[in-house]
């Protein structure tokens, strides 16, 4: 990417972070209170220690990513939230801690057991699978309200499976959509497909909404 397109790029987000130029009354509200909001929340506290036990070697995103995960449960209050690629296990961590109530599972291809015990005190279901069989994965969810496509490479094929266990009230979460050019490719098919709804782009991550009722629109924050 040329230094012009990183500049225009970078004064879109500048832009869009403060709402300027966004007129949707829905990715107003998600951009600047969710996305960009500096509310402080109680559990950060309790999860920060969470962190400073952080398995070496195992993979994890960081706190600005995992405290937006955070926000968006709380926001959106989903009742089934789905994981695929635990890693270190922090994020499904920080987003079991937005609200109780809901069902939380997670799935990696292989086991270990400080992240078990760690996901055990928060409730959250913690399983393997094997790599392909995202079909299998993804059978027994009829609905999935968040998914959170983490540390897997076949992120491909948990979307396209995911794409039948979605309703108006779904949200993707699908991480590091620029860490190559194949995965940036492939994100832009995502973004253009018109089984997808309203998108955006934050760099680290990208958020695919599914409610149909609001004008398909891609933002940049």
Known sequence: ????????????????????????PFAFDLITGVIYGRYHFYAYESLFKQRLKLSLGLPH????????LFRLVNRFQPNLVIEVGTGSGLSIRYMAAAKKEARYVTFDVERHEDVSLMLKEASVEYQTFHAEDAKEL????????LLHIAHTPNYEAVF??????????????????YESEAKLAWWKQIVADRRTGVTFDLYEMGLVFFDTSRPKQHYVA
């Open 1 to 24: 990417m040329n230094i012009l397109k990183r500049f225009y790029i970078a004064c879109i987000r500048f832009r869009h972070r403060h709402g300027y130029g966004v007129h949707s």
């Open 138 to 145: 993804l059978q027994n969810f009829p609905s999935i309200d």
């Open 61 to 68: 995103y960081s706190i600005r990513v995992d405290k937006l």
């Open 160 to 177: 396209e499976e995911a794409l039948s266990h979605v309703s108006s009230k779904s949200l993707f979460v699908v991480e590091g959509i």
